[in-house]
């Protein structure tokens, strides 16, 4: 199996040149697991957590005016492994579901994809956590969690596969995870494996503030862990949360308050218009692709697996801003096709679907 290839580069004048790579590597493993795959290239270990989203079967409307849901496996880490893995990468997925269909359903879903599910654990006394969404009538999104507690918070840091860890080249990581105990102090032991061991950590807070207390203990808990990351992506609501308030496009906001000594690349999502970057030696934006958006959920994951299918083949891209850029050209890519289509893990492509979106402009 291949791995990603470096895709298209953004001029400014507007056309885009076409560059490809393709990458091959050994394959690598252990079936001392269950459910371990053996692991085609960079393996990139994606820790979180994963659950079922129902959403109404009718668009705009409300939930409570709602008559009937669909149920889409969802978990903004879990999107990312199955985002590597549609793309020919190699990703493994850590976290706890409940020891009901639920939780099996969303097991047998990882292993379908392809991502080593070996990380994930079955947990007796909890069940799978179910989040309601929906986008009403006037384009304002409605949340709605289950998990008081969810299987996925009662994840313990001796339960955690640190040997799969240690196989790692990214180690990825979102924010909910952080919320409450035991699975904080699980998330803090896996980073800290993960770091002792040599991989590059990668950061994208998913804000989720249903989920935290209030909006201050949301952007405590995100920062507590800012300065280990050497990949972080953060969008421009995350952004404002971050700096109380201040200007997500000021670039003098960002390098003051966001970008710290140790972190290697900073990226700034901006929905259809594109993404900025920031490393310690250059920055610059490069723009998104116009697509009909259908469902925008699972598009910042789409993106961060886009990146990091290529990240974890060439983990100094930060270094070269012409590699860095065809890198963001494609993650962008991977975010407008999933945009097109409903729910994250159905909509996330593979690596042809978003050559063509690439090759369309």
């Known amino acids: 199996m291949t791995g990603c290839c470096f895709p298209v580069t953004f001029h400014r004048s507007g056309s885009r040149r076409v560059s490809f790579r393709l990458v091959r590597s050994s394959s690598s493993g252990s079936s001392k697991h269950r459910g371990r795959e053996s692991h085609k290239g960079p393996l990139v270990v994606c820790f979180g957590e994963m659950m079922i989203n129902l959403v109404p079967t009718v668009a705009r409307v409300s939930l409570a005016d ?31 579901v409940g020891n009901d269909e639920f939780g099996h359903l969303l097991s047998d879903i990882l292993k379908q994809n392809g991502v080593d599910n070996s990380g994930l654990l079955f947990d007796d006394h909890a069940r799978t ?28 840091p001796d339960e955690i596969d640190m040997d799969l860890i240690k196989k790692a080249t990214i180690f990825h990581y979102g924010s909910v995870s952080l919320i409450k105990e035991p699975c904080r102090s699980a998330h803090l032991a896996a980073m800290n494996a993960a770091k002792v061991s ?22 405590q808990g995100i920062m507590s862990v800012w300065n280990y990351a050497d990949i972080i992506k953060v969008s ?17 906001v960002i390098m003051k308050k966001l970008h710290h000594y140790n972190l290697k ?6 929905g259809a218009r594109g993404c900025r970057y920031y ?4 920055k610059g934006w490069v723009a998104g692709f116009e697509v009909e958006a259908i469902d925008t959920t699972g598009a910042a994951d789409s993106f961060v697996g886009g990146l990091l299918s290529i990240v974890a083949a060439h983990n100094h891209i930060y270094k070269d801003e012409k590699r ?11 975010a407008a096709f999933t945009v097109t289509g409903r729910g994250a893990i159905p909509s996330l492509p593979t690596k042809d679907a978003v050559l063509r979106i690439m090759f369309s402009y």
Do not use: H, Q
Not at 129 to 156: C, H, I, Q, T
Not at 199 to 217: G, M, Q, R, T
Not at 279 to 282: A, G, I, L, R
């Open 66 to 96: 709602a008559t009937a849901y669909k149920k889409f496996p969802s978990g903004a880490t879990a999107n990312v492994a199955v985002g590597i893995c549609r793309l020919g990468g190699s990703a493994a997925f850590i976290g706890k």
């Open 279 to 282: 490393t310690k030696d250059f």
């Open 324 to 334: 860095l850029r065809e890198a963001l050209d494609f993650a962008n890519a991977c």
């Open 265 to 270: 690349l900073l990226i700034v999502t901006e």
């Open 129 to 156: 956590a179910l989040g309601f969404y929906a986008l009403k009538s006037n384009g304002e999104p409605e949340f709605m969690f289950y998990r008081n507690p969810s299987s996925d918070v009662l994840l313990r």
């Open 198 to 219: 040599g991989c590059f950590l990668s950061y994208a807070p998913n804000l989720a503030l249903p989920l935290w207390p209030s909006k201050e203990a949301a952007r």
């Open 236 to 252: 421009v609501d995350e952004i404002r949360l971050l700096t109380e308030g201040d200007d997500p496009y000021d670039d003098t």
